[in-house]
């Protein structure tokens, strides 16, 4: 199991190699294993690196972001993608500069282009040109005007293949409609478990600064698959395998290296299954 000095120094690698300007590859080119893990690190998963202190304050919501989030429930709401496929649209597949840098609903609206495009709804060419239509709209606007829908046209939209984890849970909701169809559980409240220290591709919700820790699980909490699985929709294979999710306790002492809170503070987390041993 890893320290968490050694989980710490990680991730210092994974930021610090994340821009080309901070740490130019040697010649002749040399690619140890730490540092291909580095770059295979998904891009939202950001949780234990350095940053500048941000004050928290209460933001009132645009109406670009109220707008946002609408259009993507409504794209939910009629099949075109599960809310783990939007995650994994606007949170990883972004890369890190637009990550870090875009607001939060800014992430949520690039990933609509990107599932219309993906799924084969509209071309690149259709949303481009949609783009600098309305782009050209807005800069005749007045401070406060909204802009007026335009609509190329109104379809009934029935003719569009629905992501087939929608389907299912239609009438019944996620993850409610894998409830049994998980096998028994492998762990019981009060178990002690460690996160496994695999390395993830493309996407994952298991954080890198819980992967070696040990922890002890809090609630048995339900079964759906996980988020490797759901944030892809799947048409040419079987549905991925619903498998139990947990909610795990560790001991913030554990988790950071140079945490000077109390012994008894923790944190509570979801894991899947698959990330989990017994300790």
């Known amino acids: 199991m890893s320290t968490s000095r050694e989980r710490a120094n990680r991730i210092a690698l994974v930021r610090r190699l994340r821009s080309s300007f901070e740490d130019i590859p040697e010649a002749p080119y040399g ?9 295979l690190k998904t891009q939202h998963d950001v949780g234990g690196e350095l940053d500048a202190p941000i004050e928290w304050i209460e933001k009132k919501d645009e109406n670009w972001e109220h707008n946002t989030y609408i259009m993507c429930e409504l794209l939910g709401l009629r099949g075109i993608w599960v809310s783990e496929e939007r995650r994994r649209l606007h949170n990883v597949d972004i890369g890190r500069a637009m990550y870090l840098g875009f607001p939060y609903y800014g992430r949520w609206l690039m990933s609509v282009p990107r599932v219309l495009i993906d799924k084969h709804i ?3 060419t259709e949303i481009t040109a949609k783009f600098n239509t309305v782009k050209k709209r807005v800069a005749n606007l007045k401070p406060g005007e909204l802009l007026e829908p335009r609509p190329r046209e109104i379809l009934s939209g029935d003719d569009i293949p629905r992501n087939r984890h929608h ?17 028994a559980a492998s762990f019981n409240v009060g178990d ?20 070696g820790v040990t922890g002890e699980i809090a609630t048995v ?6 988020a490797e699985d ?7 294979i079987n549905s991925p395998r619903p498998e139990w999710f947990y909610i795990v306790r560790f001991k913030m002492v554990d988790l950071w290296p140079e945490y000077s809170g109390a012994e008894f503070d923790t944190l509570q987390t979801e894991l899947p299954e698959r990330w989990l041993m017994p300790a």
Do not use: C, K
């Open 192 to 211: 002690r478990v460690v996160v496994r220290e695999w390395q993830a591709l493309f996407y994952t919700r298991t954080q890198e600064y819980l992967r």
């Open 122 to 124: 509209m071309t690149l």
């Open 221 to 226: 909490a339900y079964e759906s698959p996980a």
């Open 230 to 236: 759901e944030g892809f929709d799947y048409e040419a």
């Open 31 to 39: 690619l140890p294993n730490n540092r291909i893990e580095a770059y």
């Open 167 to 183: 389907i299912h849970a239609v009438g019944v909701g996620d993850p409610q409609i894998y409830t049994g169809q998980a096998e």
